[in-house]
């Protein structure tokens, strides 16, 4: 089974970049897609970015412009390089993987790694 393990979260003042990354361990990694979700206190947990195994790539409205997805298929790794951070950017970010993600849907997924912590705050 899939193992997911995101980094790179961290405290910075509104205006601020990040740069996260995740780790997928597993099989088969370049035939997925994988996306960015986030889940800040008291809400659903929501989709931010995808990107599908042959780099196409999709952003919430609310991101967009200021989010970039990526993926590095020979490390199993996926990237989100995160600029312009707003404090309504704050929550725990998740990624994952799947056959076929799209920004419209939250899918149902079998788990979850930990997440990193984004904060924005002055």
């Known amino acids: 089974q899939v193992q997911l393990v995101e980094s790179g979260g961290g405290l910075v003042q509104p205006g601020g970049s990040l740069r996260l990354s995740c780790v997928v361990s597993g099989s088969f990694f370049s035939i997925y897609a994988m996306g960015w979700y986030r889940q800040a206190p008291g809400k659903e947990r929501e989709v931010v970015a995808v990107?599908?195994?042959?780099?196409?790539?999709d952003y919430a409205d609310s991101v967009k412009g200021r989010f970039t997805i990526s993926r590095d298929n020979a490390k199993n790794t996926g990237y989100l390089e995160m600029v312009s951070l707003k404090p309504e950017d704050t929550a725990v970010y998740y990624c994952?993987?799947?056959?076929?993600?799209?920004?419209?849907?939250?899918?149902?997924?079998?788990?979850w790694g930990q997440g990193t912590q984004v904060t924005v705050s002055s």
């Open positions: 990107i599908s195994n042959s780099g196409t790539t």
């Open positions: 994952n993987v799947g056959l076929d993600l799209t920004i419209q849907t939250m899918a149902e997924f079998v788990s």
